[in-house]
């Protein structure tokens, strides 16, 4: 079955710096890949996405590769603010199947920046 | 764009009471529509989905409960809350399966 793996938080870093988070998924078929944002006390909201090979989503300075030989998604900002301290999810949606319920998340990343 | 309304944002309830989280969705039509839960330190757990009306696929078993009387309505219930229902739940809303989720703000539910 589809699996989505994120490293492990919380991540802490200070304003300014580079952020990486990693995630490798295991799929099926053909994903399409997501990285979704939770603001404290908020749902989630999309943040990027990229739905084939080589493709880099981005958005608000993150962005995203979309590595099928290495099987990844690792989510990068080059210079973080305090306002992206939130829980970074990893996600994927596995376009073979037709449910509605094919969309797998990671278990999440909770990132603070301090200033 | 979608917009997803949950209410009530939070709420505390006794153990082996009832409950009604209710989600509306405006800005589309016939959407897939899910209820995760998010358990304190975890990811998302999904809970239903439901691609139309009356339709209603449980995901793990548990005393909870939804249903789907309209195209743009999701209802989560349960008749006797459990201590271990505690959590965030989280609907949200899709056009297909290889469509990114929308989601609501949530509701945190404490049982006590």
């Known amino acids: 079955g589809n699996s989505v793996t994120q490293m492990e938080g919380p991540v802490t870093l200070s304003e300014e710096a580079f952020l990486t988070i990693n995630c490798t998924y295991t799929a099926t078929g053909y994903p399409s890949l997501f990285w979704y944002v939770q603001y404290p006390g908020e749902g989630l909201q999309l943040l990027l996405k990229a739905t084939k090979a080589d493709d880099k989503g981005s958005n608000k300075g993150f962005e995203a590769t979309y590595r099928k030989e290495t099987t990844s998604f690792h989510l990068e900002k080059g210079s973080v603010q305090v306002s992206d301290s939130a829980v970074y999810f990893c996600a994927l949606s596995d376009r073979t199947s037709g449910s509605a319920r094919q969309l797998t998340f990671g278990s999440g990343t909770q990132l603070t920046v301090l200033p | 764009s979608q917009t997803i309304h949950q209410w009530p944002a939070t709420l505390v309830q006794p153990v082996g009471s009832p409950l009604s989280l209710e989600c509306t969705v405006e800005g589309t039509s016939n959407p897939n529509l899910y209820w995760y839960r998010q358990a304190a330190g975890r990811g998302l757990q999904l809970l239903f989905y439901?691609?139309?009306?009356?339709?209603i696929s449980s995901e793990v078993p548990q005393n909870l409960s939804a249903s789907r009387p309209q195209d743009r309505q999701f209802i989560l219930s349960s008749k006797k809350l459990l201590l271990s229902d505690s959590g965030f739940y989280l609907c949200?809303?899709?056009?297909?399966?290889?469509?990114?989720?929308?989601f609501g703000n949530g509701t945190r539910l404490t049982v006590t």
């Open positions: 949200a809303s899709t056009q297909g399966s290889n469509s990114p989720l929308h």
């Open positions: 439901s691609v139309g009306i009356g339709q």
